[in-house]
C-alpha cells in the first residue's frame, strides 16, 4: 500500500512545474536529483534560509498567487514531495 | 600577533568619528517634496540598466523611485538586525579592545536608520517590509558567528558604499538625496576600514581554534554576497513600477549577462578582499555565473 503511494507521488504524479523546482534547487546543490522525494531539504543542505526567499519567489511565478507565510506552513516547502503537491493544488485553484 | 598596527588603526578611526560627528537630526535640510518627474536615481545604476527590459521613461523613472525607496529600506533593516549582533557583542571579553569604536559604529548607524527611514516617510508611502526567511540560519560556533557577523556588515556596508559614493556627486539626482548618500559614504569609509582589519582578526582566530569549519563558512559568505544581490531586486519594487508580469521581469534582470557583470563588479572590493585575507579559496566572481 505504501509503496503504491509512493511511486504514485514521486513519478507518476509529478506536476510539469517541477521541472523547473528541481533546476533550481540543481543550482544550490546538485545533489537534489538523487535524493529521495520524502527527504527532508534543508537537513539534505538543498535549501537554506538564504536561498529560501528566493525558492518562494519561484513557486509564486510558478503558481502565480504569492506565498504567503502567515497562512502558508513552511513545511509545505520541505521535501519534493511537499512541493510537489503543493504545485498540483495551487494550480487546481487557479484553474478552478 | 603584533597588534600596534591594528591599535593604532582603531585609535585613529575613533578620532575621526569624534571629529566628524555630526548632528544627523539638524544635518539635513528636508525639502516639502521631492519633485517625481526627476530621476531619483541615475538610470545607470538601476536593476534594469543595460538590459531593455523596460524603455518607458515614466516606468524607469518610477523605477527609481521604488528603488531608493527599496535601497534605504534595506539599509534599515540589515543595518537593524547587525546592530543587534554588535550590541551582543560590545564589553564582553572579547571585543574589549573594540569597545571605544563599536560605540561610534552603533551611533552612526542608529543615525543612518533615522536618516534612511526618514527621507521615505516624509516623501514616499514609508519602508519596505524586510524580506525576512522563515528559516533561522544553524550557528556556526561562537567564534565563526562573529566571522559571519562582521563579514556580513563588511558585505552590506561595500554595496552601499559602491552606490553612495557614486550618487553623493550626481547632479542628476534632487539635492536631499544626493546629500544622504555622501552623508552616508562619508561615515562608511571608515567602517569599512575597521571591518576589514576586524574580519581578518576574527577570521584567524576562529580557524585557529576550529579549522574545520572553513569551507562550510567560505560558502555561506558567497551565498551572502549572492544573497545581497538578489535583495536589490526586490520583486516590490517591479510590481510598485506599473510593469507587467513583474516577476519575469525581475527574474529576466537578474539573469542578464550585462547585470552578471555588474554584479561581479559590484563585489570586487569586497571579494578582492576575502581572496586577499585567506577566506575565500577562489573569489566569489570567477565562480559565480548566476546571481
Ligand atoms: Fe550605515
Ligand atoms: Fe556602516
Redesign the interface.
Known amino acids: 500500500m505504501s509503496a503504491r503511494e509512493n511511486s504514485s507521488t514521486t513519478s507518476t504524479m509529478a506536476h510539469p512545474s517541477m521541472d523547473t523546482v528541481l533546476g533550481f534547487l540543481r543550482?544550490l546543490n546538485a545533489s537534489v536529483d538523487t535524493i529521495a522525494w520524502d527527504r527532508d531539504l534543508?537537513e539534505a543542505r538543498v535549501?537554506?534560509?538564504?536561498?529560501?526567499?528566493?525558492f518562494l519567489?519561484l513557486i509564486?511565478?510558478l503558481t502565480g498567487e504569492p506565498v504567503d507565510?502567515a497562512t502558508t506552513d513552511?513545511n509545505n516547502f520541505r521535501t519534493l514531495e511537499r512541493i510537489n503537491a503543493f504545485l498540483t493544488e495551487g494550480a487546481g485553484h487557479a484553474h478552478a | 600577533m603584533d597588534d600596534s598596527g591594528f591599535s593604532t588603526m582603531l585609535a585613529r578611526l575613533s578620532e575621526k568619528s569624534r571629529d566628524e560627528y555630526y548632528n544627523p537630526y539638524t544635518k539635513f535640510t528636508w525639502p516639502d517634496t521631492v519633485p517625481e518627474d526627476q530621476w531619483w536615481m541615475n538610470p545607470d545604476y538601476l536593476t534594469v540598466s543595460g538590459t531593455v527590459l523596460i524603455d518607458d521613461e515614466k516606468t524607469l523613472k518610477a523605477l527609481a523611485r521604488y528603488e531608493t525607496v527599496n535601497f534605504f529600506s534595506l539599509h534599515v533593516h540589515g543595518i537593524r538586525e547587525l546592530m543587534i549582533e554588535v550590541a551582543k557583542r560590545i564589553h564582553t571579553p572579547d571585543f574589549a579592545e573594540y569597545n571605544e569604536y563599536l560605540h561610534h559604529f552603533i551611533g552612526e548607524e542608529n543615525a543612518h536608520m533615522w536618516f534612511f527611514a526618514e527621507f521615505c516617510h516624509r516623501y514616499t508611502g514609508g519602508i519596505y517590509p524586510e524580506?525576512a526567511?522563515?528559516?533561522?540560519?544553524e550557528g556556526f560556533g561562537n567564534l565563526w558567528d562573529d566571522v559571519i557577523v562582521f563579514s556580513r556588515i563588511l558585505i552590506f556596508e561595500e554595496i552601499f558604499d559602491y552606490y553612495n559614493s557614486r550618487m553623493g556627486k550626481d547632479q542628476l539626482i534632487p539635492d536631499i538625496l544626493r546629500e544622504i548618500h555622501a552623508a552616508h559614504h562619508h561615515d562608511e569609509s571608515r567602517h569599512v576600514a575597521f571591518g576589514k582589519q576586524l574580519v581578518k582578526r576574527l577570521y584567524d582566530r576562529a580557524l585557529a581554534a576550529d579549522p574545520d569549519r572553513r569551507e562550510e563558512i567560505e560558502k555561506?559568505v558567497k551565498?551572502?554576497m549572492?544573497?545581497s544581490v538578489?535583495s536589490l531586486y526586490n520583486?516590490q519594487i517591479f510590481r510598485d513600477c506599473g510593469v507587467g508580469n513583474p516577476?519575469?521581469v525581475?527574474?529576466e534582470a537578474l539573469s542578464h549577462p550585462v547585470r552578471e557583470a555588474f554584479h561581479v563588479k559590484l563585489m570586487t572590493r569586497v571579494d578582492r578582499f576575502f581572496v586577499a585575507a585567506g577566506i575565500f579559496s577562489t573569489s566569489w566572481g570567477t565562480e559565480h555565473v548566476?546571481a
Open positions: 543550482e534543508i535549501l537554506d534560509s538564504l536561498a529560501f526567499v528566493e519567489l509564486e511565478e507565510l513552511v | 524580506a526567511s522563515p528559516l533561522r540560519r555561506y551565498d551572502y549572492t544573497y538578489r520583486p516577476l519575469a525581475r527574474r548566476s
